[in-house]
C-alpha cells in the first residue's frame, strides 16, 4: 500500500502547497499592488493641447483598506486636467466614508462619474466558477439571467451627493459639460449596462458640435454600448467593469470580461468599429475587487493617466 500510494499523496501534496501559495500571493500582495498605467491617446483636434485625464474604476471600498486610501489618496500628485470615475466604488454598505476619504484629493480637480452596480447593490458571495459558465452559455449580469432578490442596497445618494458637491458632473444617461482652461468639454454617459440601466436613447445623437471635445463614459462595456457610442461618431470611450478578468494566465491573459466584450479587450487601449465609424476604447482592470472574492493574478490593480493628444 505504501509502495502504491506513496507517489500520489505527494504529488497531492505538492500540488496543494502550490495552490496555497498561488492564493496567498493573489490575495496578500498582487490584490494590493497598486499600479499606475499611462496610455496616450491621440483623438483630440488639431491644434488643440494635450489633456491629461486620470480615470479611477472598480475601488470596490471596504473597511480598513488603509493602503488602498492612501494609493488613491496620493493620485492627486500627478495633477491630472480633469478626473473620470467609472463606477462600482463600494464593496461594503458602510464604505461610502472611507471611500470619500480616499477621493477627497481627487475631487479638488474637476471630474465626471457613472454609477456601476455595486454602487447601487452590496455585494453577495458568488462562486467563481459561474463567470465561465455564464460565458459559455452568452449570460451576464441581468442580460440573460433572472433579476436579483433580496439584494442589499447601499446609501449610494450620500455618495452621489458627495461628488456632486465637490463639482463632479453625475452622467447617469445624460450629458454634461467642464469648462476648462477656455475649453470646452462635452460628456455623454449611461448607467450601467450591466443591470439594464443604460438609456441610450435619452442621449443619442452623437458629439456636441459646439464643443471643443466630446467623448462617452460608461461602467460595463457591453457591445451594445460601445455599438451606439461608436456609431455616433465618439473618438474616445472609458469604461471598467472587467477587473482586467483578475484571475488571468500568465503569458495567456484573460478567462472572461464579465459582459459580452472579448477578452482581448478585456483591459487597456483598443478600438471599436461600427457603421464604417471607428472609436478608441479604454477599459481599466480598476484597483479594487469584490469583498468575497479579493483575490487578483496576473492582472495587479491599477488606474490610468491617459494624455489626450491631437491626431496624428
Known sequence: MRARYGVPLKAAAGIAAVGAAGVAYAAGFEARSFRLRRVTVPVLPQGMRPLRVLQVSDIHMVGGQRKKRAWLQSLAGLRPDFVVNTGDNLSDTEGIPELLDSLGPLMSFPGVYV?????????????????LLEKAQGRHGLNGNKPVVGAVHNPWEEMRDAFDAAGWLNLTNTRGRLKLDGLELAFTGLD????????????????????????????????????????????????????????CIPFYGALVTNCDLDTK??????????????????????????????????????????TLTPKG
Do not use: W
Not at 454609477?115 to 463567470?131: A, I, V
Not at 479604454?282 to 496576473?298: L, Q, W
Open 115 to 131: 454609477f456601476g452596480s455595486n454602487d447601487y447593490y452590496g455585494p453577495r458571495l458568488r462562486n467563481p466558477g459561474r463567470y
Open 192 to 247: 450601467d449596462p450591466h443591470i439594464k440601466r443604460d438609456r441610450y436613447a435619452q442621449v443619442a445623437g452623437g458629439p456636441e458640435v459646439d464643443a471643443d471635445f466630446s467623448m462617452a463614459v460608461v461602467h460595463a462595456p457591453y457591445l451594445r454600448v460601445l455599438e451606439s457610442f461608436t456609431a455616433d461618431r465618439y473618438p474616445l470611450i472609458l469604461a471598467g467593469h472587467t477587473h482586467g478578468g483578475q484571475l
Open 265 to 306: 479587450r478585456v483591459k487597456g487601449l483598443s478600438t471599436h468599429e461600427a457603421e464604417g465609424n471607428r472609436a478608441y476604447l479604454h477599459v481599466s482592470a480598476g484597483c479594487g475587487t469584490n469583498r468575497f472574492t479579493p483575490v487578483r493574478f496576473a492582472c495587479p490593480p491599477e488606474a490610468t493617466l491617459l
